[in-house]
């Protein structure tokens, strides 16, 4: 079973950086792309970024020019590094595979963007 744990996550100013990290144990498959996803309060979960094996990456529109997404497979660890958050970023970040999560979530991590 895959487990993740989620980190770096807390309170900032607009315009503020915080960078996330992620740990995953477990079995992932050898070429497994993993993603950030967050969810804001009454909101339905959405993919934040993916960064593929080889460490290729993708963001969704609000992000881009933002966020950075890497990965240390050496180390079993994402990262998502966040500058100029604004308050809209709000949410809780998990981390996960992507396109098919593991049915096993972490507990995320707290981000609140607010003056």
């Known amino acids: 079973q895959v487990q993740f744990v989620e980190t770096g996550g807390g309170l900032v100013q607009p315009g503020g950086s915080l960078r996330l990290s992620c740990a995953f144990s477990g079995v992932i498959l050898h070429g497994a792309t993993l993603a950030w996803y967050r969810q804001a309060p009454g909101k339905e979960r959405e993919t934040v970024a993916r960064?593929?094996?080889?460490?290729?990456?993708s963001y969704t529109e609000s992000v881009k020019g933002r966020f950075t997404i890497s990965r240390d497979n050496g180390k079993n660890t994402i990262y998502l590094q966040m500058n100029d958050l604004k308050p809209e970023d709000t949410a809780v970040y998990y981390c996960n595979t992507h396109p098919r999560p593991q049915r096993s979530w972490g507990q995320g991590t707290q981000v609140t963007v607010s003056s």
């Open positions: 960064v593929y094996w080889r460490g290729e990456t």
